[in-house]
């Protein structure tokens, strides 16, 4: 093929508007706030800004439950200032990408609220609307159409009383499933990406964009002993009709104009082989997935909420197949973590003693992968999980209705649910942004939504941007190593050393160029022995002449004697 997309190069920021800056002293981060932090983000050197939803939303889901596709919440400001948002971003070189969430809208978008008024309305069909489950009246336990539980709790079907159906939620009851197999349904979308286009917006990160296309029979899944719902998700995973739906979306949206977009799919479920298909140039669906089995592999036997300790042999084999999988075609996306998931430092490394080290050795591996890093807000300063002591500090409906559920049907006292909520709650990617060690963190002048992190004292912006040595400082250095090295963001991946446990090692390589990544992800020093590639040539830099260390996050020990140990959470990239 022929030039490299733009995107190749690029590293992409996740903003989570309600905690990133509140500049009204109202305590839920607005447009405003971002204005005045663009710099921060100018410098740290990222090219893209993933904007997530700032639309007019009852934020039942934070923003994830839209009521109108094309406005700006109030909460968060007005279509007048996202227009000067978007301007000072472009200003800045950078590009901004809004979030697209078309699976559901709101309970209280127009569309549903016609929807619902009766089963004669034109948008009836808009969602997923289904009799009671034959034998059964209306409102009987187990009358919902399907048996699939909602990923917030509950069954996934919600009934309205005044129409006797139900309609298909697979999240919050306040976020109705719409019916792509409406063509008006698709036709309206493209409208409303198009209108946003035409703003100037730079593309789109889709919303569990792999579930819009369901098996229409609905089929029941296969209930586990002594359970009632099941996982619904192979029958809306991947559906028959996506890959048709995506690229007709890219024809009617992106196709015919000629300026650089991004578009990435979030797609929980997908595998290698869909995602080779979503994001082949020649498929022309979108340009690269975020998917989700390395964050799924410490998800024990009760599921994200019972989290187990990280196998890192599991994690390395799991990343190595995605990259050998989209390695010819196709591209990766690389992430850690997001506003879904705990943070990084908290859930693969130590937020204690290590904290700088381990946060920088996590970077280091994601950022030296072949693909489009994603950096969420608050990791650049290695933010960690917050200490909340009890349930009424969280505000996250996943974790409210998983609270509800655990100790009310299921039974569980508050101690032993709470442990699972405090490491693996939303919540935690979602405190307020910790700018400097000043009142609520400098994130509102007045009472913040959810509670800031007490390590702000510790954990700031300005600290870490003042500082020599900091995560700040290191990840500006990896970025600008993405934007000078071909070998970095083009090179292919090869994993060494897969069966070792704590030896997270690989090399990139690029015509007759090659570098080596060396992380100890473990609290112990580690000692390398010579290590070898696939062709059995001897790779031990540290034991040369003059190393060449393309990048380290400890002081360089490389002509020392003791290079052939690496340090707790030390990582090292050498070119061969
Ligand atoms: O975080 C999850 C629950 O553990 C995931 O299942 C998550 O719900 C899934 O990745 C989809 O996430 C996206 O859609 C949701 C929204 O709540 C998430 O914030 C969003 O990223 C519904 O719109």
Redesign the pocket.
Known sequence: GGVAPWWTTAVVYQIYPRSFADSNGDGVGDLGGIRQHLDHLADLGVDVIWL?PVYPSPQH??G??ISDYQNIEPLFGTLDEFDALLAEVHERGMRLVM?L?V??TSDEHPWFVESKSSPDNPKRDWYWWRDARGGHQPGEPGAEPTNWRS??SGPSWQLDEATGQYYLH???VQ?PDLNWENPDVRAAVYAMMNWWLDRGVDGFRM??INFISKHLDLPEAPVAPGETLADGAPFFISGPRIHEFLHEMNEKVFAGRDAQFITVG?M?GVTIDDARQFTDPQSAEIDMV?Q?EHVGLDHGPG??FDPQPLDLVALKHSLARWQEGLGTVGWNSLYLD????PRLVSRFGDDGEYRYESATLWATALHLHRGTPYIYQGEEIGMTNVPFESISDYRD??TLNHYLEATGERGASAESVMPGIRS?S?DNARTPVQWNDGPQAGFTTGEPWIGVNPNYLEVNAERDRASERSVFRFYQRLIELRHTSDLVALGTFELLEAAHPTLYAFTRTLGDEKLLVVANVSGEPLELWPLTDGAGTLLAPWAGDEPHLLIANLPASAAAPDAGTLAPWEARVYRL
């Open positions: 997530s889901d934070n994830y439950d979030d969430v699976n559901h990923f917030f697979l999240f919050a976020q919303d569990v979030e929980p975020f989700f599921g994200k997001n506003h879904d998931q409906v996943e693996s939303r």
